[in-house]
């Protein structure tokens, strides 16, 4: 990556609230990652070292959740994410925290993540191969995808449970009621107003 490239990664990332990473390879992916488009395919290992993928998933409605233990944005989310599972995992949601810590932070990830609240599911993605596969531009990064594996939603910062874009395409792929897809990592787009392994069951 040219340090223009890296530097523009980072003050992108800042600027839609999240964290950037600069020592991984710019996101690429053979197919685009849009909303209304399958959701790209992806496996990774649960904190216990299980092999998980989201194809495990199908069937359910599945938000994934990019983040890391540096990430400030990353802590203050977690207590809304574990809330979107309790409130909706009847319904169908699944919960996935991917963590792209380093190899050797696997051990302290899940007490890291359940000390903030999260009882979700937790994976871990040391060489941070989701970020490219999801073209995530920093983290926390979330997408929201349905029980066909398509992705609905997608966001680069931190979530709050009750984010009016979020809580409709989460109530049309639950099939609760009606609701919109949105895409609010769209660069320019304006935002919206205002058990697969690893994690513990709520």
């Known amino acids: 990556m040219s340090v223009r490239g890296l530097a523009r990664r980072v003050v992108l990332a800042f600027a839609l609230g999240g964290c950037a990473r600069g020592d991984r390879a710019e996101a690429t992916s053979a197919a685009p990652v849009a909303v209304g488009a399958p959701a790209p395919t992806y496996a990774a290992t649960s904190v216990a070292g299980a092999p998980v993928a989201l194809a495990d998933l199908r069937g359910r409605v599945v938000l994934l959740n990019i983040w890391a233990t540096w990430c400030k944005p990353c802590r203050q989310e977690m207590p809304a994410l574990d809330t979107l599972q309790r409130r909706h995992e009847a319904a169908g949601l699944t919960v996935v925290g991917v963590s792209i810590d380093e190899p050797g932070e696997r051990d302290r990830i899940a007490p890291f993540?359940?000390?903030?609240?999260?009882?979700?599911?937790?994976?871990?993605?040391?060489?941070?191969?989701?970020?490219?596969?999801?073209?995530?531009?920093?983290?926390?990064?979330?997408?929201?995808?349905?029980?066909?594996?398509?992705?609905?939603?997608?966001?680069?910062?931190?979530?709050?449970?009750?984010?009016?874009?979020?809580?409709?395409?989460?109530?049309?792929?639950?099939?609760?009621?009606?609701?919109?897809?949105?895409?609010?990592?769209?660069?320019?787009?304006?935002?919206?107003?205002?058990?697969?392994?690893?994690?513990t069951t709520p």
């Open 113 to 199: 993540a359940q000390e903030l609240g999260a009882s979700y599911a937790l994976w871990h993605d040391p060489d941070d191969r989701v970020s490219s596969t999801f073209l995530a531009i920093g983290v926390p990064a979330s997408y929201l995808i349905d029980r066909d594996g398509t992705l609905r939603w997608r966001h680069v910062g931190p979530v709050t449970a009750d984010d009016p874009a979020l809580t409709a395409a989460l109530r049309e792929a639950l099939g609760t009621t009606g609701g919109a897809t949105s895409d609010t990592a769209a660069i320019g787009a304006a935002r919206a107003p205002a058990p697969a392994g690893g994690g």
